[in-house]
């Protein structure tokens, strides 16, 4: 059974942090590319960090040195860690299984992707 489980949301004033857990099935989290992709009230949704099996990561320049993507194999979980949070991080925060390295080292969603339920991110000034 394919399944992916966000926990962690929340809001936050701005300068603060969170972190994102997401539990995989064993089928998904064998996936050789998991991530966190996030949309926020009329955009497109966008990649914010990947994981790869081979412990490689990817982050979309707007979160680079503030989130750091991380995985617990004993308990088939990733985690998001956000720090120094800013308004424009307000979004709903998906894990995704599949993801990819797509044109310019972006995170982007493989054809194949499996999503969760989301959890939402508000972050206030």
């Known amino acids: 059974q394919v399944q992916l489980v966000e926990s962690g949301g929340g809001s936050v004033q701005a300068g603060g942090s969170l972190t994102l857990s997401c539990a995989a099935s064993?089928?998904?989290?064998?996936?050789?590319?998991l991530g966190w992709f996030r949309q926020a009230p009329g955009k497109e949704r966008e990649g914010v960090a990947a994981?790869?099996?081979?412990?490689?990561?990817l982050y979309a320049d707007s979160v680079k040195g503030r989130f750091t993507i991380s995985r617990d194999n004993a308990k088939h979980t990733i985690y998001l860690q956000m720090n120094s949070l800013k308004p424009e991080d307000t979004a709903i925060y998906y894990c995704?299984?599949?993801?990819?390295?797509?044109?310019?080292?972006?995170?982007?969603?493989?054809?194949?992707?499996?999503w969760g339920q989301g959890t939402q991110v508000t972050v206030s000034s």
């Open positions: 994981i790869f099996t081979s412990g490689g990561t």
């Open positions: 064993g089928y998904t989290y064998s996936s050789n590319c």
């Open positions: 995704a299984a599949e993801c990819s390295s797509g044109a310019g080292r972006t995170v982007v969603a493989g054809p194949g992707v499996y």
